[in-house]
């Protein structure tokens, strides 16, 4: 994922229709400040001027449901639980696993995607399934997030040790690590893995899976009625289709 500049001087209502990146403060009544990434594609990338994505959607229609409008800050994955946590941001919402750690600095509501953690390789790699790495490979994973935390770990605990692991901004600088020869192997979220193999000759998506996971949107601790009021939107789009509806025009089974 590459640094995006954030888009000043819109109008507001040019802001609403696409979600262009804002500083206004977060919890003032009418408004929702949403946290993302986006450089994760399908879920939030730029396009021109323009953030799209499955949390794009997903997030104008929640807003929708509730009566507010919605405005979005494009920041480094890394620092979005720290600005929900701070008040900066209503809620953070860029591809987000529900983690046990994460769970202690915000609280998260309802599911509302599965995703899978996938392995991307080089198509020549002697790397040919999760099992053939190790702590003597360099793995190279997006800084804060699960494919991060996952394979930081210990060993013993299923990781392979920092020392293993090179972390980087986002996923395209990881990818292009790969490219160069720098890593042996690249850590994250199925969906974007394919759009960075797709993009980038020469690379593969190993078969097995590296971990199986659940998206869920993060508010302040504390902040239930928020949770709740999202929790209840989640469920009206899910019940109606609309949820399934937006995944499927961004992945093609």
Known sequence: ??????????????????????????????????????????????????????????????AKKMGKKLEIED???????????????????????????????VDFTDSYANAVQ???????????????????????????TTGDIYASDSPKNGGYGEDAVVKYKSGPDAVEALKQGKVDCVIIDNEPAKAYVKANKGLKILDSAYANEK????????????RKDLNKALKELKDDGTIDSIVSKYIKE
């Open 75 to 105: 920041v480094e994955f890394d620092s979005i639980i720290a600005g929900v946590s701070q008040g900066k941001y209503d809620f953070g919402m860029a591809g987000m696993t529900v983690t046990p750690d994460r769970k202690k600095n």
């Open 215 to 226: 998206y869920a949107i993060c508010v302040k601790k504390g902040n239930d009625s928020l």
């Open 1 to 62: 994922m590459k640094n995006f500049k954030k888009i000043a001087g819109l109008a507001l209502a040019a802001a609403l229709a696409v979600g262009t990146l804002t500083s206004c403060k977060a919890g003032s009544g009418s408004k929702l400040i949403m946290a993302t990434n986006a450089t994760f594609p399908p879920y939030e990338y730029v396009d021109g001027k323009t953030m799209k994505g499955i949390d794009i959607d997903i997030a104008n229609a929640l």
């Open 118 to 144: 996938s392995v991307i390789v080089a198509e020549d790699s002697p790397i040919k399934s999760v099992d053939d790495i190790s702590s003597k490979n360099k793995i190279g994973v997006q800084q804060g």
